[in-house]
């Protein structure tokens, strides 16, 4: 482990002696594990090993950055990189690498997801489980995968530092019937609380629930988002929470600092703690993490920052470095008083989603946008989850719904899903009014 | 690249009892520049390389990939994918189609060579667009532009006696721009992308445009009426019929979504066995013909042989509004009984070859532009899409105008402020009277696979005459 560490401060090294003002190298060795599945049986398993070291590094305010993959070549991937940074423009904005010398707590990886014996084995717990809630007919697809890194870090700047990062995560999506199907999802950072079971039965319970969809009527409807569902949108509004989506207005946030942007009953924060498919103990330029409040209250407190964005907002780094930009580790939502039935017993009639895919912004500055729900789509009337429901879209604006939210719920449950609900989030039930859906003519 | 170390772990892999091996070495130049406001946030410069093995072995796959290019590490891929093969116990087992081994190299000229183009004129290459839109005399607060250069080398050899060796130099740029007017702000983003060299930039004249686009966003904030939402006749831009035909005939037709095996992440398809549409049913009218062309020469989807090794060829998939063929790789045709036509592509080494579209688009008919629209006596002619989203299934879509004005006896009038299609697969193709004869093309990413594969992909088409549809 020492031995990687002292191969990335060589790079440091190595690159200040060529003449660059400052320099981050990240090592990660990494191991990934998938298996894929679709109508109840695996059709591929996957193995990727990765070895490589991201180098950043600026000269008189010019960035560069690149990958080495093999350690043999560092010295001229070092030079050819001084070389395109004395060509390359200067970038007036550019504030410096995060400066000082940090300790880190250690990483509480578990090294059981480094190589699981028989990884199929957890697939065939999920789909049985599936099976269980909705009958041995149904049909389940998705995937499990499973991360183990190990991270050296050397900045010019000081931090220096090792980390390993792990994570598990099962996605099972089961069909009842040709339109009626279920997502569940099961996401940790270590083996021991991964329950594959619950993901499938949430799968099957939900595909059990949607059979015989009908198409569901355009018009404003209080809905209640399930912590899949939200988990996506919470990665679209944590996303636009970073310094850099401000910079280039692909956020509602632009200048609402200070600014109320949601209820006061909602507070949101990036967190990349222990428990999240997002541990870490330090960002891209050595800053440890932190939780981060950045809606307080339903006040927008603060962006996500690097330093050298800090820099620009006269801030401090909030520890959300990207190997360039700013981004979001682990979004939460903080937890309501209300338990997910007192939701639903407080709606008269409207929507409960389940998931989501598709969203995409008119303009994203603005906010318009929409996105379709997926598998469970049903009407709750009278506080109960009745008719299954298809072919509808969301069409509504991003700070029209964060203003709109009316309850949160006290369960949480950490989620990811492929890109849809990514970074991964910890979310709440909660209930939006007056949501728009629409469908086709 | 190695292609010794490739060629070792195959002969690894057909030293245990397999029923096929496949190595596919990947390497990739890759040079990332990126503005901001015109000015350069960071340029990223590096080398990717490694192999994957395939295997499939008592009925099932293993795939492993490494970007160690050792003996030793080769030997341990292919452990791993033959244990990872076997351990799938399937019920049905999995084999390929029948193809021939294949000996053959095929490489994309340049007529200049990006190799030989030094990091400065990229870099002020690509600011000539910012330049452009500062004298434009509109106000853009914000623009990002990025351009990415990919030289591509593979090597795929397997156990039938393929052994293929590509090289193609990909060329992307994407702009992204934000006009605010009157308190109010529009955006619109282009992408461009090419297979071949910095001739590349020539033909894609960014800078005019993006000062297109600028200006048409500024007529959005300050001249364009909205929409009476109503049953109209609508003319739709090339981009427009890029996306369409990229999303409601591309997607749907490829066979591994229709056999289940995308269900999870990108979805199914309306379109399976035993359900209201397959092979041979009515989709569009028979103005209707989408294709599916990777060997569209210096398209962003171009290339000869796809991944596996299997030749490239035009595919028919609506034909004269019937649905007419699938996308299929080897895994797929041998499930449906058929042969592949090639659609099997990876972005990299480390991810398996899955089912993708190429280029597709809508074939051209007779008449001009000018001639669809002189025929139209109310309606709306939308010439490209801002937001736009289609269902798991691929039947319910929505596009959102951004360059739009109102037909009236004939003649193009007012801008349109986002006017909205929101319509079935079904509906959009049947509505479709006639297309013109010119073809445009647009660069896109196509999304797909987990972990996601974005691939480059051209979608494009004339322009299509839908009658009486619903707008709003």
Redesign the interface.
Known sequence: MTDMLSKTEEITKKAKTLGADQVIAKTTVGKYR?V?F??N????????????TDV?LAWKK?????????FDGVDASIK??IK??K???????FGGFAQGSFRYPKGKADRKLEELE???EYVFEAIEAAKKEAGGKI?????LFTKFEDVYLASSEGPAGVDSRSAIEL???A?SE??ASG?GVECCSTLKDFKPARAGAKAGKIAKLAKGPKVGDEGVYDVIFDPLIHGSLLGVWGGMVSAYSV????SVFVDKLGKRVAPQTITLKDNPAAYSMSNRVFDDEGVPTEMNTFIDHGVLKTYLHNASTAKMFKTKTTGNAGL?YPTPWNIEMEAGEASKDELFANVKRGLYLTNT??????????G?????P?DGIFMIEKGEVGQSLK?L?L?DNVLTMLGNISAVSKERQHVHW??EADPPSLAPYILIKNVHM???? | MDEEVADFALECARGKKVEYAEVRAHSQVQDGL?L?NG????????????FNVRIIAEG??????????TKE?ARA?VN??FK??K??????K?VFNEEKGVKTKWVVDQKKKIENV???ER?STLAEVNKALAASKVKI????TSCSINLITKYIVNSEGSRISSYVPKIGAFI?I?VAEQGK???AYEQFGYSGGWEAFSKWKMPEKMVHDAKVLKDVITKAKTVKPGNMDLVCGSEVAGIAAHESCGHPMEADRI???????A?RSFI?KG?PYWLGTRIGSKAVTVVDDPTVEHSYGYYLYDDEGVKARRRFLYKEGLINEFLQNRESAAKLGVKSNGSSRSINY?R?AIVRMANTFVLPGELTEEELIEDVKDGVYMKSF????????R????Y?GREAYQIENGELTDPVA?PVI???TL?FWTAVDAVSKKVEFDAATC?KG???QGVPVYTGGPCLRLRRV?VK
Request: avoid cysteine; proline fraction near 4%; hydrophobic fraction near 30%.
């Open positions: 998938q894929r679709s109508n049986q695996v059709d591929i398993t996957v193995a990727w090993n990765d070895y490589s950043a010019r960035v560069v950055a690149t990958t080495i993959h093999n050819q990189l395109l940074a060509i390359s423009q200067e970038n007036p904005t028989k990884p199929t049909d389940s697809g998705g995937i996605s099972i999506r069909f040709r339109e997502h910079l280039v207005q692909t360039i895919w598709y969203t995409r912004f008119q303009n994203s500055a603005k318009d946008f929409s996105t379709i997926r072919d879209r069409s492929w890109g629409t469908h086709s003519k | 990126m901001r000015v350069v946030e960071a340029y990223v410069s590096a080398v990717d390389s490694g099932g796959i293993g795939f492993a990939s490494t970007n160690k290019w590490e891929v791993v994918a990872y093969a351990s799938a116990n399937r019920k049905e999995l030094p990091p400065e870099i607060p914000a623009t990002m992204f934000t702000t529009e955006q056999l289940g095996r995308e269900m999870s992440q979805g399976y359900g480390d398996e801002t937001e736009w989203n289609i269902d798991d299934k039947f319910n879509q929505r959102v986002r929101e319509t079935t509906k999304g987990d972990p996601s619903f």
